[in-house]
Each structure stands twice: as C-alpha cells, then as structure tokens.
C-alpha cells in the first residue's frame, strides 16, 4: 500500500475503513502528501459497546478525512455524532449483488402468474452466517410460537458459521426437527426461487451495518422481517409494505412481525410490486453515481 501510494499518482485515494493498521498507515501518508481522501464508513450507533481509546481515535482519523462514503441514514447520523460536517458525507453509496441474470421485470412475472395457494404454508427463511450476533436462538424461539397460530408453518436456514451445532440443538430442544431446515450455503444463483417460495426473510440481527441480504429479499419480491438494530432499516423497511421491523431481543414481538408479513402475501404480486419499486432506487449504478460525486466533491473537481 505505501508502494502503491508513493509510485501512483491520483487525484484522491477511497481509504475501505478506518479499523486496520493499513488503513492508518494509507491516511497518514495522504496527509503528507496532501492528496485528497475519502473513506467507507459502515458502523451505526447500535454497533458494539464504544471503548474509549477507540472513540478517541476515530475522532482523529475522521478530522483528517475529506469526504465520507456511508450506507445510509444510520451510518450518516452515526458520523454526525463525531461532528463530520453533513457536507462532507455522501450517503446511499451501497448495493447488492444479484445474479447476472437479474430481471426485475421478470421477477413481477412470476409473481403475477402464480397462485396464491403457493403461499398456503408459511414458509420463512433467515439467509447469513450462523453466529451468535444473528439473533438466531430468538428467531427459533419466535417460530415456536408462530407455529401455534400458522401450524404449518416452515423455517429455512441458509448459511454456515460457527454456531450451526448450536441452532441444531436448539431446534431438537424445541421439538421443531420436522419443520426446521438447516440448508446450508447456497450460491446466489440459487437464492431467486427461496425467497421466490417463502412469505418473509427473517433477520433478527443484534448488530448489523447494513443488511444486504434485505436488499437480495426485497429484490425478489419477499417482505422481510428485520430487527431494529439493522442499519437498512430507516430505507427498506416500510411498515406493512415491504415488511416489518421489531425490538432486537423481543421474541414476542418477533413472533407478531412474523405473523403480520404472512398476511402480505394474500396478495404477494402487490407486494412484491411494492418491494421491486423501492429497491429500483437502490441499484449499483445509483450507488457509484453517489461513489463518484463524493470523490468529485473531495477532489475540489465538478460534481
């Protein structure tokens, strides 16, 4: 990186973040050679605990920043409250990546050729890593009282990750074997016909930037139920249209988003016309156009 910096001329450097030594090494350099700096900023205020020193530390390194490239509202008021100028902060610089294939058009098609009776078993589906910041034991527990009032009901657990022995024993603990499936990972190739087939993503997360698989759900058409600690939130999440959002660590209230998003699927082509309208604005072309017009802007060059 030093090599790079020192050889290459630019006219700004995108620092990724501010969380590795590299990363300090990168903005002290630039300083010196007084060339223009962005950095990616993704973290909220419902991250993790704050340490002290590190809070200190980032104070210092965002005062020696130019521009700022964040996610969304969550992370924009997360580096307001480190006094970064709104100015100097570019929001909406995020998008998912969809198979190569993607059509929303088609996607709208599916849904207006199928029948509702499709949707007659509830099937949910939590897509990610299995780690204990996902929440995943609340969402077992939130299923087992959805299943008293959706008998039918299914769940779908896509993913690896350390705590996979764990969720399994939880679910033989609750008895919840047969209608529990653990599916491992799956490419993205394959994720159009699981959110295509179940009538909600469920996210419980406790921390959580952003959320891409949100963006990856509603993209498909599937409403989503997704914790309050999810940085997406405040964008992608509208109450009754595109989904539900509930207290991180409130099972109860789980269960009730839970129950609420399967009655959005009474009619799944309205609301995946919906989800496919909202997510229209959150494409890759409309996040590097925001890319490009905080490097502009920092730059000192014509937005």
């Known amino acids: 990186l030093i090599k790079d910096l020192l050889t290459h001329r630019s006219d700004i450097v995108v620092l990724p973040g501010y969380e590795r030594m590299e990363y300090w090494v990168m903005l002290g350099l630039c300083v010196l050679m007084r060339r ?22 980032k104070r210092i390194f965002f005062a020696r920043c130019d521009g700022f490239l964040c996610y969304g509202t969550r992370s924009k008021e997360y580096l307001l409250s480190y006094g970064v100028p709104a100015a100097k902060i570019y ?100 994720f159009a016909p699981l959110f295509v087939g179940s009538v909600a993503l469920v996210l419980p997360s406790y921390s959580e930037p952003w959320g891409y698989v949100v963006n990856e759900s509603l993209s498909y058409g599937c409403p989503v139920v997704v914790s309050d600690r999810c940085g997406c939130v405040p964008e992608l999440v509208v109450d009754g249209v595109t989904g539900f959002a509930f207290t991180a660590g409130n099972i109860e209230a789980l269960s009730a988003a839970m129950l609420a998003a399967t009655r959005l699927s009474e009619n799944r082509s309205a609301t995946a016309r ?30």
Request: charged share 25%; proline share 3%.
């Open 36 to 57: 223009p700096r962005l950095v990616f900023v993704d973290s909220t205020g419902y991250d993790r605990a704050k340490n002290r020193w590190k809070e200190s530390a």
């Open 91 to 190: 929001p909406g610089c995020q998008a998912t990546a969809l198979a190569h294939d993607y059509d929303a058009a088609e996607v709208q098609c599916v849904y207006d050729a199928a029948s509702a009776e499709i949707f007659h078993v509830p099937r949910f589906i939590y897509v990610g890593r299995l780690a204990a910041e996902k929440g995943l034991h609340d969402l077992l527990e939130a299923f087992k009282i959805v299943r008293k009032r959706q008998a039918a009901a299914r769940l779908d657990l896509v993913g690896a990750g350390p705590l996979r022995d764990a969720v399994a024993a939880h679910i033989a603990e609750l008895g919840l074997d047969e209608v529990v499936t653990l599916l491992g990972t799956r490419d993205i190739s394959e």
């Open 274 to 303: 919906g989800c496919l309208k909202l997510m229209s604005d959150f494409t890759p072309e409309r996040a590097a156009e925001r890319i490009l017009q905080g490097c502009k802007a920092a730059a000192g060059l014509s937005v």
